[in-house]
């Protein structure tokens, strides 16, 4: 008995050629033809190929290995590789987001010292800002006050307008306003009437053809102003020594200032045949059917022009008094004195007793 040996195989039997090699790897390193397939043969042709025992060198001759493919695999990452990568990309990350951690507490410190600083300047602005508000009342309350000072301590005045300056001395100016008044009161010429102060206003006098300056005149006795005014107002003109003379209350620059000011709301009261009069320091009392209707301030003017049906726009708001102490007004002042002339020497040894000398 011997070895069981192998059984021969027939040619062109189902055994004699292998399976075609299953697809792996070596698939995707086979360059593709882009040559279309051949044709199919006929019948015989392949029966005559079938029929063909399979050669070793027509199955051997499919797919050459590249001689760099197993350098290839080799040089591929492996795992420890990647996790490697992987924990130096986690430490890199890790530490920048560890600094933009530490920038972002950094802004954040500054922003709350920010919002702390903003926090206060907001309380000290609004302190000061309640502060200016009551300053400025108070101002305004202490210009109103100086204002009613100025104009009690101008009751007894007069101005007189229209005089012409044909004066000397103060002496016949005062005559001349004795005359005047002795008139309005339909007294004696030379009748006397007793007079502080009499004086034109402290400006410097104007060239020839200019209006005469106005004469200030302080009577002694409040009484008798009171009549002498109320003699002016009773008259529409008034003739004195061939000129038109008129007779005002004098009252300080403010006051002066503000009625300027209200004269487009005194000229609608006029307009609307509505009686008014003026308050002191600053005020306007209209009188109405319903009532005497008062102003005096800002506040009360919204109000005021209601009830007297007069447009909203006549004035856009009272008269501030720091506004006129404030703005570059000019300000009557006092003529200029012209510089005295400096002694000489030689005049001043000459008037010396024989007595004296320079020396002494």
Not at 31 to 57: D, H, I, R, V
Not at 148 to 163: F, K, P, S, T
Not at 233 to 243: L, P, Y
Not at 257 to 280: E, F, I, K, M
Request: proline share 11%; glycine share 6%; charged share 25%.
């Amino acid at each position: 008995m011997g070895r069981n040996r192998r059984q021969p195989q027939t040619p062109g039997s189902s055994e004699a050629c292998p399976s075609p090699p299953q697809p792996g790897i070596r698939d995707f390193f086979q360059p593709q033809s882009g040559t279309p397939a051949a044709p199919e043969k006929s019948n015989m042709a392949a029966a005559s190929s079938s029929a063909a025992p399979c050669s070793p060198a027509s199955s051997g001759s499919g797919w050459d290995q590249p001689p760099d493919l197993t350098l290839l695999l080799r040089s591929l990452p492996t795992r420890e590789d990647l996790n490697v990568v992987a924990k130096d990309l986690r430490l890199s990350l890790s530490g920048e987001i560890q600094q933009v951690r530490q920038d972002l507490q950094g802004l954040t410190q500054r922003l709350v010292v920010v919002e702390e600083g903003q926090q206060a300047q907001k309380s000290t602005l609004q302190a000061h800002s309640t502060q200016l508000t009551l300053h400025h009342h108070l101002f305004h309350a202490l210009a109103r006050q100086v204002e009613d000072l100025e104009n009690r301590g101008r009751r007894h005045n007069i101005r007189v307008r229209g005089l012409p300056e044909s004066e000397k001395d103060p002496e016949e100016l005062r005559c001349m306003l004795t005359r005047l008044f002795n008139m309005l009161l339909h007294n004696a010429h030379e009748a006397p009437i007793e007079m502080e102060r009499w004086h034109r206003a402290l400006r410097p006098k104007g060239p020839p053809g200019a209006p005469p300056r106005d004469i200030i005149c302080c009577i002694t006795r409040f009484g008798m102003k009171e009549r002498i005014m109320e003699q002016a107002r009773g008259k529409s003109a008034i003739r004195f020594e061939g000129a038109k003379v008129e007779l005002y209350q004098d009252i300080s620059q403010l006051t002066l200032h503000t009625r300027r000011v209200l004269r487009p709301l005194t000229a609608a009261l006029q307009q609307g045949g509505l009686q008014y009069r003026w308050l002191y320091p600053s005020g306007i009392q209209v009188r109405t059917p319903h009532g005497p209707v008062t102003v005096r301030n800002t506040e009360e003017l919204p109000n005021f022009l209601t009830l007297l049906e007069l447009p909203p726009d006549i004035i856009p708001a009272w008269p501030d008094p720091i506004q006129f102490y404030t703005a570059d007004l000019p300000r009557p002042q006092r003529p200029l004195r012209r510089p005295r002339r400096p002694i000489r020497q030689s005049s001043r040894d000459d008037n010396l007793p024989p007595y004296c000398s320079q020396d002494t």
